[in-house]
């Protein structure tokens, strides 16, 4: 079975700390994303990375950075976090351009910054 | 602008009866279509997608929907619910040549089911 690990299922952080979020993929997928979710706005691409150490802003890259130094490991980084960034943080990855599109998604990491 | 519709926020139905989920999609170029489920605490499954050829595709779980150019439409219908189908459902489309990075959600359906 393919598997898209977060390790953090649950996190409470303060304003201000540095937040890692950690995503791992079993697949050797070239493409991974992270994704933000709220309530009535759906899923909201942060930043994505097409290969080791490339990486793109998505819709809402403010107030993050993401790095990607091992093809299976993609992990966001909010250097200060804060309130407005307590939320659902979903990662997910996808085949090379030959594949139909398909996004396998990790269980999410649940954020709330005080 | 490129967008994603789905209309119905949460849709209660009984357990047997058929579903429809509605969505209605924006898009300048020929899009690839996507539904996905949610579960309570998981992350999004896969039910189905559309690329091209027949209109009506069918997907996992017991799902299909129909692609509508005319009507910009991709609904999800399931002729019988059943309980374990209380989820979250996201309407997706995309570019053709399936460049991920382009994906827009919408904001999803919230499924509940009543014995």
């Known amino acids: 079975d393919v598997k898209v690990t977060q390790s953090s299922r649950y996190l409470v952080k303060r304003t201000g700390e540095k937040v890692f979020l950690e995503c791992v993929q079993d697949?050797?997928?070239?493409?991974m994303f992270w994704y933000r979710q709220d309530p009535g706005l759906g899923l909201r691409l942060i930043y994505f990375s097409y290969d080791v150490k490339m990486k793109e802003k998505g819709d809402i890259p403010e107030g993050y950075s993401v790095s990607r130094e091992k093809k299976e490991r993609f992990s966001l980084i909010l250097e200060s976090a804060s309130t407005n960034q307590t939320s659902m943080y979903l990662c997910?990855?996808?085949?090379?351009?030959?594949?139909?599109?398909?996004?396998?998604f990790g269980e999410g990491s649940r954020l709330t910054v005080l | 602008a490129q967008s994603v519709t789905q209309p119905d926020i949460h849709i209660t139905v009984s357990e047997g009866a058929s579903l429809e989920l509605r969505c209605n999609y924006s898009y300048g170029a020929t899009p690839y279509l996507f539904w996905y489920v949610q579960s309570p605490g998981q992350g999004l499954q896969l039910l189905l997608k559309y690329f091209s050829g027949d209109t009506l595709v069918q997907g996992i779980k017991g799902f299909e929907a129909e692609f509508k150019r005319s009507q910009s439409s991709f609904n999800l219908r399931k002729p019988s619910v059943h309980w374990s189908d209380a989820a979250e459902y996201f309407c997706a489309v995309g570019p053709y040549g399936g460049a991920t990075n382009k994906l827009i959600f919408g904001t999803g359906t919230l499924l509940a089911v009543q014995p």
């Open positions: 997910a990855s996808r085949g090379g351009f030959a594949n139909t599109g398909e996004l396998f």
């Open positions: 697949m050797d997928h070239e493409n």
